[in-house]
């Protein structure tokens, strides 16, 4: 924690001339009180907009209110609760990033009970076929009734997952004379497959070991970043140096699937690394406003390998054509009630469906990807080593910008980035988001499952917004086997850590989880409150409560950290993600 810095070390600025004392001027510099609340609440790490909890014991009927953070991960929002998240974000990244054992061991064995359930579900799954065979439907029905019940039981014996896809409706397994069909289009329009070597994937996440001269061990992990190609040379400020020249369309196309190349990236990674390389790490806009993506990766892989995967790796979209945009959000196709379908507004012909128009992509030998999405030749990519600051540095690198949103990360200040964001941004207004996209209609083709509610051009998906940058769904990419803990297990231990240091002197600073024990959570019912609510006092009295609280806490804390500094230490690996900790308390 930095001490705030101490009023009068810092030369004030001498005011050129001192408002007349009593002056509107004079009472206007003086900071509002409830600006300053604010700030001690930003400073202490008490959420701003805390959420009000009506929480009814069961037993006894008292009701009491209780603030929870609200957990917002943009610091626009509530910075203390930004802030939080990032620092579980970092522990979640140091966790993951060196560790040298499997953070998932397999799971046990099966039981005898769950391998006879297994066989009694493979039994009717043998006899519901039979009764498809010979149309027995009533039979059918009773067998799907038997494997729900079966199912259910398999799931109360505590396996995990389904044994099978659930089995389609009598009804629609009749009529269901589209599916080959559909399987056929599927294998057609396939990716194709890049030029790389391939190996089998081994269940391994954890990196290799390197045996030093003096026989001392080490396993280094790496640090990687994956840009886009170029769209045409930018100036130091972002902003294209020939704006006509520069390719937005291209630009907004790989800026919506950018995430679908990542994962084709690791995808071909795994592959021809033969084992199962992990990484956790982010999606933010660089200065030109293309995306960029920073990973941590659990050990290392030789810097060839990742430029070669990088240079091979695509992904093709295959979607019809855009280009001749055939309508306008003005003069846009309308929707014909009784066709059930948009047509054109003179002729009232049915726009092209999203079936016909891939099918005509099929039967076309020489149909092509309606755009290839692919990283640029740089590719930065540096071994770090455990423990060290260059690591520490790197997480707060990778996690900087994760609390602001896209748009705010670089934020335009001249006319000429204002206009370079605004070029983008009218080619990403009328690029389709998704296959189910509105702005489908302004190509003459209808989308995916289109609707009388379809707004044509004026697609409500988060890509069109102007401060999105195209960068739509999530920034934060974490793989599944990185530290084997979901972001509420990292809060959990950060808790936990709090707790031991504390030991028995929390009586004062009672600590609620927002998850809450299942103990307690049986014990009490919780239900929102409104902010209008008698029992639900006005804002600054609940911010001045969390604020004492948590000043008291925190000395607490400190003090009890000066207990343990004498005592076995190791509690410091996790000391970044618990300073904050206590948000619930309220
Ligand atoms: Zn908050
Ligand atoms: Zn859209």
New binding site residues.
């Given amino acids: 924690m930095t001490a705030p810095t101490l009023p009068g070390l810092e030369p004030a600025p001498t005011p050129a001339a001192a408002p007349r004392p009593g002056s509107r001027a004079a009472r206007m510099a003086l900071p509002r009180s409830v600006d300053v609340l604010k700030q001690i609440a930003t400073e202490y790490g008490v959420c701003v907009r805390p959420l009000a909890m009506r929480r009814t014991d069961l037993d006894t009927g008292l009701t009491e209110v209780i603030d929870l953070p609200c957990g917002a991960t943009r610091e626009d929002k509530c910075a203390p609760c930004a802030k939080k998240n990032r620092r579980l974000r970092q522990a979640q990244i140091r966790e993951g990033w060196h560790r040298d054992d499997e953070p998932l061991p397999g799971p046990e064995p099966a039981t005898e009970t769950q391998k006879s359930l297994i066989l009694f579900r493979a039994h009717l799954e043998f006899s519901r076929d039979e009764a498809v065979r010979a149309s027995q439907w009533n039979q059918v029905a009773d067998l799907d009734e038997a494997i729900r019940e079966v199912e259910e039981a398999i799931a109360t014996e505590g396996l995990r997952g389904r044994v099978g896809p659930p089995h389609a409706d009598v009804d629609e397994d009749q009529s269901d004379e589209d599916t080959g069909r559909r399987r056929k289009r599927s294998t057609k329009r396939r990716q194709d497959a890049p030029d790389l070597p391939r190996r089998k994937v081994e269940r391994r996440t954890v990196g290799k070991t390197y045996t030093a001269s003096d026989g001392s061990t080490y396993r280094p992990s790496m640090w990687l970043t994956l840009t886009l190609d170029s769209y045409g040379p930018v100036r130091p400020d972002g902003t294209p140096v020939n704006p006509d020249r520069y390719d937005y369309r291209r630009a907004a196309w790989d800026a919506i699937h950018f995430p679908r190349l990542l994962d084709r990236f690791w995808q071909n990674l795994r592959r021809c690394e033969g084992w199962n390389v992990q990484y956790a790490g982010c999606v933010e806009p660089q200065r030109r406003l293309a995306p960029h993506a920073h990973f941590a990766i659990r050990g290392t892989i030789p810097r060839d390998t990742l430029r070669t995967v990088a240079a091979a790796t695509y992904h093709q979209v295959w979607w019809p054509s855009v280009d001749v945009q055939r309508y306008t959000a003005d003069r846009p196709p309308v929707w014909d009630v009784d066709a059930s379908a948009w047509v054109d507004p003179d002729t009232h012909h049915p726009l092209t469906t999203w079936t016909e128009a891939l099918d005509a992509l099929d039967d076309n030998p020489d149909a092509e990807p309606v755009h290839v999405a692919r990283f640029g030749a740089q590719v930065d990519a540096r071994g770090v080593m455990p423990g060290t600051t260059d690591a520490e540095r790197t997480i707060r690198y990778v996690t900087k910008y994760i609390t602001k949103h896209t748009g705010d990360c670089h934020k335009a200040t001249t006319d000429r980035q204002r206009k370079h964001l605004d070029r983008l941004w009218r080619q990403l207004r009328v690029t389709?988001?998704?296959d189910r996209?509105?702005?489908w209609l302004l190509y003459g083709v209808q989308p995916r499952k289109a609707n009388a509610k379809l707004k044509p051009g004026r697609?409500k998906?988060k890509v069109?917004q102007r401060d999105t940058l195209g960068i739509g769904g999530r920034r934060i990419l974490v793989s599944r086997d990185w530290s084997g803990k979901t972001l509420a297990d990292h809060k959990h231990d950060a808790r936990a850590w709090v707790r031991a240091l504390l030991g028995t002197t929390t009586d004062g600073a009672q600590l609620v989880d927002d998850q809450a024990d299942t103990a307690e959570r049986v014990r009490h019912a919780w239900e929102l409150a409104r902010p209008d609510d008698p029992d639900v006092g006005p804002l600054s009295y609940r911010l001045m409560r969390s604020i004492s609280e948590r000043a008291r806490w925190r000395s607490e804390l400190l003090a009890a950290k000066d207990r343990a500094a004498q005592g076995p230490p190791d509690l410091s690996a996790t000391q970044h993600s618990a300073q904050h900790h206590g948000e619930g308390s309220r």
């Fill in positions: 389709p988001c998704t996209c509105a702005n697609c998906g069109h």
